[in-house]
């Protein structure tokens, strides 16, 4: 007898959503962690718009944007002058923006959605092994005790357990060899609405405006690169680095640190998954890639990662779906990670600005156009993820865009009663079949999707989808056309064969 349908190992945002997403779909879903309790630290700070909206799909967004500062930009300094002011430009096309929240304020809120869906994490449960069998995994505890699962999600982090038990590699190099970070309290009369960084010869030095939580003041969150040591360093010796390094490499000397919340020392790898599943076991989040943090990539991709494979999980859990689905999650979501290693690579080297030759093109050529509103737009559209497609995947296709595989923006809808709604509201564990208007067609269409997705499918009318469209769980575009056989022929492919092109 299974102690539940999948194991999710790793309570942080990644195995979160995860757990959210799979209950939702009434699958039984165990969360263990290894840790006491919730991380109080901050880490990451900033969640992209595309990790907004999978929050929002979630029913996890909660008072998020309330409590968020609003990302306004950064002023990157050099010589004592500033160089750009790189403003995030807000896409007037998409209704979610990036919030400045910190990962301790979404896990809480993940951990309010899991609750009301009847979850919650086992805290001080360690995953020590994990035991592939036909049809499940013995999974052995650090106390001893052992679970059987049909199946395990490792979200465990870059250190990740799992990734190792499922004798997954996780090649890399390291990109930069030392970074200091503090989250402090400090008396700095610096305007609060923009971000700022400055280079000098010795490095960078960034300092970011930080929400204080509940009656704590408002705070900064500083990071500086430094030469490599192997000396471990207390926190009483990184803000005493960091007293120094402010007015050297800012100029500004009426700066002083008065607490610091966190601090820490880290050095930037580059490493990714050779696979994202094998048998049983799956990766997501941090356990499958870890990357550069300049650029805030890391939370909104792992969360993406777990939008994709819950709804896929959740289709092969009940029946719905044969195994083969699952490796089109490797297929979707290894080549985002790709993408998001090889920009946060390139943005860091150049940020960091190691010789002569990358310092002149940086400030010169690559700081200097930041200022230009079209390069803002772009920059604002690569960090937000929005820019996400699975065309090309075993779930795309071609054609007129959106392409099968495209993400489908937000748009009004109708619901079949005629309330209003909008789509991504109808999303989240359901599927939505949006057609041009009611009638025998429409419903043609909906007894088909219904064939292979059951009562998941919510029936939509909206302005504009000519023919009618099948978008996912996650957002993205199944398939667009009007013949019922067509559509039959491409679910068929995608939920028995993880093919459906
Ligand atoms: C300084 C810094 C700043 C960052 N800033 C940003 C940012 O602004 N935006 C952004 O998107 N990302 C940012 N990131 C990256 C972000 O913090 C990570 O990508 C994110 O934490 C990954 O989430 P995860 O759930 O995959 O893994 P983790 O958060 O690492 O969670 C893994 C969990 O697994 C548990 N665990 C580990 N091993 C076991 C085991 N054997 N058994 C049971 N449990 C186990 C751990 O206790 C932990 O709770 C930043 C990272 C750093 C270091």
């Excluded at 306004?72 to 007037?92: C, H, I, W, Y």
């Excluded at 490499?249 to 008065?258: A, H, K, L, Q």
């Excluded at 050095?267 to 356990?287: E, M, N, P, T, V």
Aim: aromatic share 4%; glycine share 10%; with cysteine.
């Amino acid at each position: 007898m299974a102690d539940a349908d999948v194991l999710v190992v790793g309570g942080g945002p990644t195995g979160l959503a995860l757990a959210c997403g799979l209950a939702s779909q009434g699958v039984e879903v165990r969360v263990v962690d290894r840790a006491a309790g919730p991380a109080t630290t901050s880490r990451a700070n900033i969640m992209h718009a595309r990790g907004v909206e999978v929050l929002a799909r979630l029913g996890a967004l909660g008072d998020l944007r309330e409590r968020s500062l609003e990302p306004r930009g950064m002023t990157m300094n050099a010589r004592g002058r500033p160089l750009s002011t790189m403003r995030f430009a807000p896409d007037e096309r998409e209704s979610v923006q990036a919030l400045f929240v910190s990962q301790a304020t979404i896990e809480a809120a993940l951990r309010r959605r899991l609750t009301e869906l009847g979850g919650a994490v086992e805290w001080g449960t360690e995953v020590r092994t994990a035991t592939q069998h036909a049809d499940g995994v013995e999974v052995g505890f650090a106390d001893g005790t052992v679970a059987q699962v049909p199946w395990v999600v490792g979200c465990d982090g870059a250190h990740s357990t799992v990734r190792g038990l499922a004798g997954i590699a996780f090649p890399g190099v390291a990109v930069v060899e030392q970074f200091l970070l503090a989250d402090v309290r400090a008396d700095w009369h610096r305007d609060r609405a923009t971000s700022a960084g400055w280079f000098h010869r010795d490095g960078i030095v960034l300092a970011i405006p930080m929400r204080g939580e509940g009656d704590a003041p408002d705070l900064w969150r500083l990071m500086a690169d430094v030469p490599a040591s192997d000396e471990r360093l207390t926190a009483e010796q990184i803000i005493a680095r960091f007293a120094r390094l402010l007015p050297e490499r800012t100029g500004e000397t009426d700066v002083r640190i008065e607490e610091a919340l966190w601090t820490s020392v880290f050095r930037i790898h580059r490493r990714l998954a050779a696979d994202y599943r094998s048998g049983r076991i799956l990766l997501a989040g941090d356990a499958a890639h870890v990357h550069s943090p300049i650029g805030g990539q890391g939370m909104t991709t792992g969360i993406g990662d777990a939008e994709n494979v819950a709804w896929k999980l959740g289709a092969v859990v009940r029946g719905r779906a044969r195994p083969a689905l699952l490796d089109t999650y490797r297929a979707e979501r290894r080549p985002v990670a790709t993408e998001v290693l090889r920009s946060t690579t390139t943005n860091t080297r150049i940020l960091v600005g190691e010789g002569a030759v990358t310092r002149f093109v940086r400030d010169r050529i690559f700081v200097p156009v930041l200022n230009k509103p079209s390069v803002q737009r772009q920059a604002t559209r690569a960090a937000s993820q929005l820019w996400v497609s699975y065309r090309r995947g075993p779930l795309g296709g071609r054609g007129r865009r959106p392409r099968p595989g495209d993400r489908v923006p937000d748009l009004p809808c109708t619901r079949p009663d005629g309330s209003p709604t909008r789509l991504h509201a109808e999303l989240g564990p359901r599927w939505a079949l949006l057609v041009p208007a009611l009638g025998p067609d429409a419903e043609r269409l909906l007894a088909t999707a219904r064939a292979h997705l059951g009562d998941d499918v919510s029936l939509l009318t909206a302005h504009g989808p000519q023919p009618a469209r099948l978008v996912r769980p996650d957002g993205h575009l199944a398939w667009r056309g009007g013949d019922p056989a067509d559509l039959q022929r491409r679910l068929t492919g995608a939920m028995q064969t993880g093919r459906a092109r």
